[in-house]
T-cell receptor
Framework: NAGVTQTPKFRVLKTGQSMTLLCAQD?????MYWYRQDPGMGLRLIHY???????AKGEVPDGYNVSRLKKQNFLLGLESAAPSQTSVYFC??????????FGQGTRLTVV | AQSVTQLGSHVSVSEGALVLLRCNYS??????LFWYVQYPNQGLQLLLK??????LVKGINGFEAEFKKSETSFHLTKPSAHMSDAAEYFC????????????FGGGTRLMVKP
């Protein structure tokens, strides 16, 4: 049982490049989330989804886009990467009223 | 809007001493509350959760937390710290509504001295 899988695990981008982070879950969860983790700032919610085909903005959505075309996948896109987007990105999924399950994270460096 | 405050970004205890990590939340509806632990270079692992029912909840590794509605708190405790408890701990809140956002506090790094 894989749980929540994030790809890639590491990536280095040049400023202005684009990329997509993939999150896949095999638990049939309705809700999925993308967070970024920066030192001393905890986890901040970027975007989230409450079901297939729906997305919503979180606390820090600027510079990111998301899509949930299939229930099991939640994609996070950076159209034009900036050094301020250097961070560790975590995906999570859950059912209503239960805990979230997290992926192992993607460490992104923008130079 | 929901929010979470964790008092103390760093807490240091001696091995065998009581661990107390503080979490206060704000929520306009009855909340669901969670504590997660993160070891270096890993994802987050659930320690314990409160959804409904008993306000004192027990989790893994000997941790427990008590939901106190009047104080809007959900502090995490462990009677006796072990070296392996050194990690970062996050408190999180989710409101029981259609939005179901999951909001985290800033985290507390626990250090355990021998």
């Amino acid at each position: 049982n894989a749980g929540v899988t994030q790809t890639p695990k590491f990536r280095v981008l040049k400023t202005g490049q684009s990329m997509t982070l993939l999150c896949a879950q095999d638990m049939n969860h309705e809700y999925m989330y993308w967070y970024r983790q920066d030192p001393g700032m905890g986890l901040r919610l970027i975007h989230y989804s409450v079901g297939e085909g729906t997305t919503a903005k979180g606390e820090v959505p600027d510079g990111y886009n998301v899509s949930r075309l299939k229930k099991q996948n939640f994609l996070l896109g950076l159209e034009s990467a900036a050094p301020s987007q250097t961070s560790v990105y975590f995906c999570a999924s859950r059912r209503a009223e239960t805990e979230a399950f997290f992926g192992q994270g993607t460490r992104l460096t923008v130079v | 809007a929901q929010s979470v405050t964790q008092l103390g970004s760093h807490v240091s205890v001696s091995e065998g001493a009581l661990v107390l990590l503080r979490c206060n939340y704000s929520s306009s509806v009855p909340p669901y509350l969670f504590w997660y632990v993160q070891y270096p270079n890993q994802g987050l692992q659930l320690l314990l959760k409160y959804t409904t029912g008993a306000t004192l909840v027990k989790g893994i590794n000997g941790f427990e937390a008590e939901f106190k509605k009047s104080e809007t708190s959900f502090h995490l405790t462990k009677p006796s710290a072990h070296m392996s408890d050194a990690a970062e701990y996050f408190c999180a809140v989710s409101e029981n509504n259609a939005g179901n956002m999951l909001t985290f506090g800033g985290g507390t790094r626990l250090m355990v001295k021998p």
